[in-house]
């Protein structure tokens, strides 16, 4: 037992210094770098057995068999829990600085999926979807963050405006457009009845 707890106290500790150098990077605007830093640290974090975090005292094996069946939402958040929603959550900071929409997204969902109520992860993934032209999917979240954070609402107003600016603009592009496609349609008949 030794061993498996010596083994996962070491991977922990690297996960943990990979993700401060990827924090590092990103604070001074190199995300590549940055990105790298936090998937390093991934490989450390998620190849951890769970066996290993319990000989760490760090998550407890459930006591009876009611606390093997709680809601899994009630579960316990383990350190590795916290430290990989992080990670997402900053990869997804990472991915936005890039223009890199999809994976934005992808790596915000990860993060709410260790923490519901990551808020920045909230605001990522609203803001990804909303350059993706997801509005409608976008501005939900944005509401719901409203609603839940008030330390972040002005911020997610500010990001509701801005895309409902960019969506009013692309709708009169198109209403531009149909005009154009239709009034040409007009021209062709009554060119051809003549």
Not at 54 to 80: F, H, M, N, R, W
Not at 127 to 143: D, P
């Amino acid at each position: 037992m030794d061993t498996i707890r010596s083994h996962t106290e070491i991977k922990l500790t690297t996960a943990r210094q990979k993700k401060d150098v990827g924090d590092q990077a990103f604070k001074q605007g190199d995300t590549k770098e940055g990105t790298y830093y936090y998937h390093q640290a991934l490989m450390y974090v998620l190849g951890i057995d769970k066996s290993g975090l319990q000989s760490l005292g760090i998550t407890s094996p459930p006591t009876s068999a009611s606390d093997a069946t709680k809601d899994p939402k009630t579960k316990e958040k383990t350190e590795v829990d916290e430290i990989v929603e992080k990670i997402y959550a900053n990869m997804s900071a990472c991915h936005i600085k890039n223009q890199n929409w999809k994976r934005a997204v992808e790596t915000a969902d990860k993060a709410l999926s260790k923490n519901e109520e990551n808020y920045k992860a909230m605001f990522r993934k609203a803001k990804a979807l909303g350059e993706q032209g997801f509005f409608e999917k976008a501005s939900k979240i944005l509401e719901d963050l409203k609603s839940k954070s008030s330390a972040d609402a002005p911020a997610a107003s500010a990001e509701l405006a801005r895309l409902k600016a960019i969506d009013d603009e692309r709708e009169r592009a198109h209403k531009h457009k149909m005009k154009g496609f239709l009034n040409k349609k007009k021209e062709d008949k009554s060119t051809v009845q003549d």
